[in-house]
């Protein structure tokens, strides 16, 4: 699940880990929720007290990876979050051995528990540290924060930024309310931004995109505008921002970059 995604900044998506619990107001509508319910793979709506029958593990879902071979982008849990709290220490280390297993391919992690992803990323378990001190954090790992509003902004994105990672990047989608980044661009390495879609889809405003553009431009930090929804709630995939689409990846931007082994 999947060896590809209709995700335009990734190339395939990986879910060692699937359901989650909702913990701020980007969560109200996700996605994840409705695929899972829909397939039957949680039952229980994704709010307190329920998140410890939503979240699941799968031990062989997690050598996945291994076995593509053409290097990809893979987005990883694009259905749950892998530092939530029920997820076992055990697990993320098999979910690491995995990534440090790949070089090949450029792992993308998405969280809103960014404490935990910091505390793991400064103090990793000794397994996965080599002899000589070196290869931590993984040169093929992304780590990102998704924001949706200033309040969510101010609190994840300072976890963020001291975390160590090859890329570090801010995905505002849903996008909820204008945001300022300047005082975190200096670094970070790319800001991805989006609408909010599907049923009661809450609307978006372009000069909420603009303006986190134009941060972007003027720190050198690359930007990716990934879609707009209409009042149906509808995908605009690919939109146009002043007549262009904004496409941009970090240094190290595609999978071909590393070296197959």
């Known amino acids: 699940m999947a060896d590809h995604s209709r995700i335009d900044w990734t190339d395939a998506t990986w879910n060692p880990v699937t359901g ?3 913990v701020s107001p980007g969560c109200q509508h996700c996605y994840a929720e409705r695929l899972s319910h829909r397939f039957g793979w949680t039952t229980q709506p994704w709010t307190a007290p329920h998140a410890a029958e939503n979240v699941r593990w799968d ?5 996945q990876p291994l076995h593509w071979r053409k290097p990809r982008r893979i987005f990883v849990n694009s259905m749950g979050d892998l530092f939530h709290d029920q997820v076992p220490d055990a697990f993320l280390i098999e979910v690491f051995t995995t990534i ?9 992690v998405l969280t809103k528990r960014p404490a935990r992803m910091r505390a793991w990323m400064l103090d990793p378990p000794r397994s996965l540290l080599r002899r000589d001190g070196q290869g931590w954090p993984p040169p093929n790992l ?12 101010d609190e994840r994105i300072p976890l963020l930024v001291t975390t160590p990672a090859a890329i570090r990047f ?12 300047t005082s975190w661009l200096p ?18 405003d372009d000069d909420w995109v603009r303006s986190l553009r134009d941060q972007c431009l003027t720190a050198g930090v690359a930007f990716w505008f990934k879609q707009r929804a209409d009042a149906q709630g509808h995908k605009q995939l690919h ?18 970059d590393l070296h197959p082994v």
């Open 20 to 22: 989650c619990s909702k």
């Open 59 to 63: 031990r062989l879902r997690v050598m």
């Open 100 to 108: 440090q297993s790949a070089p090949r391919h450029i792992f993308q």
């Open 142 to 153: 992304w780590l990102g924060v998704s924001v949706e509003d200033q309040r969510w902004a």
């Open 170 to 181: 801010v995905s505002g989608e849903p996008l909820l309310a204008p945001l300022d980044l």
């Open 187 to 204: 670094d970070l390495d790319w800001v991805i931004v989006g609408a909010e879609s599907g049923p009661g889809a809450r609307p978006m």
């Open 239 to 256: 939109p146009q921002l002043d007549g262009r689409t904004w496409h941009m990846w970090p240094r190290t931007a595609s999978a071909g």
